[in-house]
Each structure stands twice: as structure tokens, then as C-alpha cells.
């Protein structure tokens, strides 16, 4: 990652622990009302997690092994809900249009763009394993 996307993503931990929530539960708003074949995904309201986990993510840029056993129940939460690697845009679009919506500066927004289809890939690649542990016949 770049020191500039760094930078970025650093200056945005104030509002995360200020606004992070308010921001997620509009992310989830934009995402379901584009995306409403997605909202069965879910079991509950996960606003608190994710604003949790961009915090987190935020905060740990320089030792994201500290997150592994996180981003690890995350992918597995993930392929148990069904997520594919192509449900990741559509969560970056919701995203990014909630942080237009809440005036967040356009460094930070490129910054967390870059930061994002980082942690995605990492994600996916985790996912991609599990799914095909499912698919193994012993």
C-alpha cells in the first residue's frame, strides 16, 4: 500500500470513532436498496462490526497480522453467507457513495478506496480456499 493511501486512511480514524457506525448503517442502507437480493445475506444489523473493523483496519495498517484471526472469522462468516468475489464492488459503491454523502475529503475517500480492494483481495483469496475445502470429497 501506498504512503499516501496510509496517510489517508490514518487521518480518518477520528471520524471512524466518531462516525464510523453512522457511516456503515448508510453504507448497508445504499447497498440493500441497490442490491436487495443481498439484504437475505445477512442475519442482523452489522453496522457496529464493520465500522468496527474499518477502525481496526485503520489503526493496524503497519501490523495487519494482528488482524489475520479476524479477517480469518470474517472470510468464514462470509462464505457461510455466500459472498462471491463480485459482491465486493457493489459493497465498495455503497460505501463510497455514503462517504460523498458525508463530505468525507477526497484524499481520504481515494485512500480507502485503495485500502479496500487491498483488504478485498485478501479476503477473496482467503474465501477461495474455504470454498474449495467445501468442495473436497473424502
Known amino acids: 500500500m501506498r504512503g499516501e493511501t496510509k496517510s489517508a486512511i490514518l487521518k480518518s480514524v477520528p471520524f471512524l470513532q466518531s462516525q464510523g457506525e453512522k457511516l456503515t448503517a448508510r453504507m448497508y442502507e445504499i447497498l440493500f436498496e441497490e ?15 464493520l465500522a468496527g473493523a474499518l477502525l481496526a483496519y ?15 472469522n470474517m472470510a468464514l462468516a462470509h462464505v457461510k453467507a455466500g ?17 460523498r454523502e458525508m463530505n468525507i475529503p ?13 483488504l478485498a483481495q485478501v479476503l477473496v483469496n ?3 480456499r474455504l470454498y474449495e475445502c467445501l468442495t473436497v470429497k473424502i
Do not use: T
Not at 445475506?41 to 457496529?48: A, G, P, R, T
Not at 485503520?58 to 480469518?72: D, G, K, T, V, Y
Not at 477526497?106 to 487491498?118: M, N
Open 126 to 128: 482467503k474465501e477461495k
Open 58 to 72: 485503520a489503526q493496524n495498517l503497519e501490523r495487519l497480522e494482528i488482524l489475520e484471526p479476524a479477517l480469518n
Open 83 to 99: 459472498v462471491k468475489p463480485e459482491h465486493y464492488q457493489k459493497v465498495w459503491k455503497a460505501l463510497y457513495e455514503a462517504m
Open 106 to 118: 477526497e484524499d481520504i475517500i481515494k485512500g480507502w478506496e485503495e485500502a479496500y480492494w487491498f
Open 35 to 49: 442490491n436487495p437480493e443481498l439484504k437475505g445475506m445477512f442475519e442482523s444489523d452489522n453496522s457496529k462490526k
